[in-house]
């Protein structure tokens, strides 16, 4: 699976952005595909997931009710539409993918085979 993010940007706190990933491979069976964020001097972490086949979706808490998880399978393009952004979203987002994944292990960057390169995203005050 090849991974193409793009999208990131400066925005201003309490904007928008939307965070594209596309995804090459020869079959989407059982594939799950996720964002990850990673801020300077910390841990990657897990942002949203969601399962291609069926759009079964999970979130971390920091993105509930803000970030939307959505997908295309005519352009076999995952997307992360991000609201009311904050100081403290500003990283580096990674899309990942992985088969076989579990609704409980989507949070686990581990269970991911594939990634794509970063996409930075800042927000400013």
């Known amino acids: 699976v090849q991974l193409q993010a793009s999208g990131g940007g400066l925005v201003q706190a309490g904007g928008s952005l939307r965070l594209s990933c596309v995804a090459s491979?020869?079959?989407?069976?059982?594939?799950?595909m996720g964002w990850f964020r990673q801020a300077p001097g910390k841990d990657r972490e897990f942002v949203a997931a969601?399962?291609?086949?069926?759009?079964?979706?999970t979130y971390a808490d920091s993105a509930k009710g803000r970030f939307a998880i959505s997908k295309d399978t005519f352009k076999n393009t995952m997307y992360l539409q991000m609201n009311l952004l904050k100081l403290e979203d500003t990283a580096n987002y990674y899309c990942?993918?992985?088969?076989?994944?579990?609704?409980?292990?989507?949070?686990?960057?581990?269970?991911?085979?594939?990634w794509g390169q970063g996409t930075q995203v800042t927000v400013s005050s």
């Open positions: 990942a993918a992985g088969r076989g994944l579990i609704a409980s292990t989507r949070d686990d960057l581990r269970r991911y085979d594939y």
């Open positions: 969601i399962r291609w086949s069926g759009g079964s979706t």
């Open positions: 491979t020869s079959t989407f069976n059982s594939l799950t």
